[in-house]
């Protein structure tokens, strides 16, 4: 009896919410039918939240859908006039949440403190830097990162030495050994990944913060490459139990920095000056040293996982097609051969010879670069409401997140043309305005545009170039053995798991490359 009932109240109880509520009230939020009063979506989302917003959108094509994530509701943007309102109205639709949901959950700032942060000079904060916005300290320090990528001479002095480094380290005989599964001198086997990780998280670790960090921490790269793999269960707030290990991962990072900012400045020279202005400005503000470094952690995990994530994909396409990789190879030839002509060159050099050449003149090469952008984007870009709003009739309260995912974008046939779901090198080459459209959320946009696009695309081409050009890059496949090393299967994508941006492989998987020198 009491069974029955229930069944009853339930399918009224659906029935309403789901049938009857949507055509009595055009003006509320529309959500996508779930069966649990309250948990709604959470488990769905929790097992593969890309999945999850897929069925969303096929559910509801255009319409303004919303999904209930135990007790919280989620607004799912995902066409181009909705992305668009998102974009422009920043105070409504306002980022600081999550970043202070990050100060929380990844730096560990302190609740007094990250009062300190959120300060205004009203309200008391005085930066040591002019101040004519009146920014909080929080923002001040977003800003002076944002002037580090932006103004020309302070990108300029981290990518010299940065790709100094990566040329360096890609010298046949200077193959990091924690890369190489076996090598002779003729042959080495390296995995891709840990390739992608010790040439470009090292380069870019040492420009940007001297080359004190790594002699405090020699394990900085495997320790942030672990952290960047396990962060997701942090971000999604999951158990105690289930979040220790990442949790480990990002205390050692943290204990690093707060070790290198507690050295007097001429004993960790050599960084890029945000690394200094930040520090300063925030211990004037009252931070202490673990809170700076705490919130420079994520300065060091942003700065570096999205480039190598990019680079390892990139790559594990090219290195499976000859016939762009040639085409790649003729587009690069006049930078790299301008490069062998000097056995010596410097960090400035390469910097003048590759900026403008790499960026802008290797159209094949740059739109396999935005395909890898496109294809493998599996984030989501996350604001909350400040006040009451309405987005295309529905009126969405104050305190509501709205997500914007980047994969219902980025596989969109209506905005990217013919079959979205296949690798297209030359996707981007046939049709240059695909990169100016709206659902190209491959460095994100509107408030969180990415500040790192220019330097981050710089680091991976050039990288790949030298690589492309000095190396023949063979795969090794699950049912080949190079130098007694079995090779694997393609990486898969993880699409089931967050991410900044990018999506990581599946737990275990790589690709494994035979490289040798190319006779030039
Ligand atoms: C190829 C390399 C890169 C890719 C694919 C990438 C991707 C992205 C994406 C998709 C977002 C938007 C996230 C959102 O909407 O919530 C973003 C934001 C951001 N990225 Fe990157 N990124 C790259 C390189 C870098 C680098 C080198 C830095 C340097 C620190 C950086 C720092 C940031 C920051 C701070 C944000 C937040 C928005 C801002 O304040 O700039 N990124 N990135």
Redesign the pocket.
């Known amino acids: 009896m009491l069974a029955a009932f229930s069944l009853l109240l339930w399918l009224a109880w659906r029935f309403w919410v789901f049938s009857v509520c949507p055509r009595l009230y055009r003006n509320q939020l529309e959500y996508l039918p779930y069966w649990i009063p309250f948990l709604g979506h959470a488990i769905p989302f929790l097992r593969n939240t890309n999945d999850l917003f897929a069925r969303a959108k096929k559910e509801f094509g255009h319409r303004l859908c919303t999904l209930r994530i135990a007790g919280e509701d989620i607004v799912l943007v995902t066409t181009a006039a909705q992305i668009s309102v998102i974009d422009k109205d920043r105070r409504t639709y306002a980022f600081e949440p999550f970043v202070d949901l990050m100060y929380d959950e990844v730096a560990k700032v302190s609740r007094e403190r990250k009062l300190i942060l959120w300060r205004t000079p009203a309200e008391g904060y005085v930066s040591i830097f002019p101040n004519p916005k009146q920014l909080s300290c929080a923002h001040t320090g977003?800003a002076l990162?944002?002037k580090q990528?932006s103004q020309p001479d302070a990108l300029r002095s981290f990518m010299v030495n940065s790709l100094a480094l990566v040329n360096q380290t890609l010298q046949w005989d200077s193959f990091y050994e924690t890369s190489m599964l076996r090598s002779t001198s003729d042959v080495k086997v390296v995995s891709l990944d840990s390739l992608c990780r010790d040439v470009i998280m090292d380069a870019q670790v040492a420009s940007f913060f001297g080359t004190r960090l790594l002699e405090l921490e020699p394990n900085l790269r495997s320790i942030l490459k672990e952290w960047d793999f396990e962060s997701w269960r942090v971000s999604y707030k999951l158990p105690w139990v289930l979040t220790k290990r990442a949790t480990r991962f990002r205390d050692r990072l943290v204990d690093v920095l707060t070790h290198y900012y507690s050295l007097p400045a001429a004993q960790r020279s050599g960084s890029v000056a945000f690394v200094n202005e930040v520090y300063d400005d925030y211990k004037h503000a009252g931070l202490s040293d673990r809170d700076t470094a705490g919130i420079v952690f994520t300065?060091l995990w942003?700065?570096n996982s999205?480039?190598t994530v990019?680079a390892y994909w990139m790559l594990a396409h090219l290195a499976g097609n000859l016939t762009v990789v040639d085409q790649i190879r003729e587009e690069i030839a006049p930078i790299m051969q301008e490069i062998d002509t000097h056995p010596d060159i410097d960090g400035a050099s390469l910097f003048e010879i590759t900026k403008n050449p790499l960026l802008t003149q290797c159209p094949i090469f740059n739109s396999t670069f935005h395909e890898t952008?496109r294809y493998t984007g599996t984030?989501s870009?996350?604001r909350k409401t400040t006040r009451d709003t309405t987005i295309e009739g529905r009126r969405i309260p104050q305190g509501t997140i709205v997500a914007i995912p980047?994969r219902v974008q980025m596989m969109s046939e209506e905005a990217f043309g013919p079959d979205p779901a296949s690798f297209d090198y030359y996707r981007f080459q046939r049709d240059k305005s695909l990169l100016r459209k709206v659902e190209f959320?491959?460095?994100?946009?509107g408030t969180?545009?990415?500040?790192?696009?220019i330097?981050?695309?710089h680091?991976?081409l050039a990288f790949a170039a030298i690589l492309l050009w000095r190396y023949d890059l063979e795969i090794i496949g699950p049912d080949q053995e190079v130098l007694g090393v079995r090779g694997k299967p393609f990486p898969r994508l993880d699409e089931a798991k967050p991410s900044?941006?990018?999506g990581r492989t599946r737990e275990g998987d790589d690709l494994i490359l035979k490289v040798t020198q190319r006779k030039l």
């Open positions: 977003i990162l944002h990528f300065i942003g700065l999205n480039v990019i952008l984030g870009s996350f980047q959320r491959g460095f994100g946009g969180t545009l990415c500040s790192g696009r330097a981050g695309r680091q991976v900044l941006g990018p």
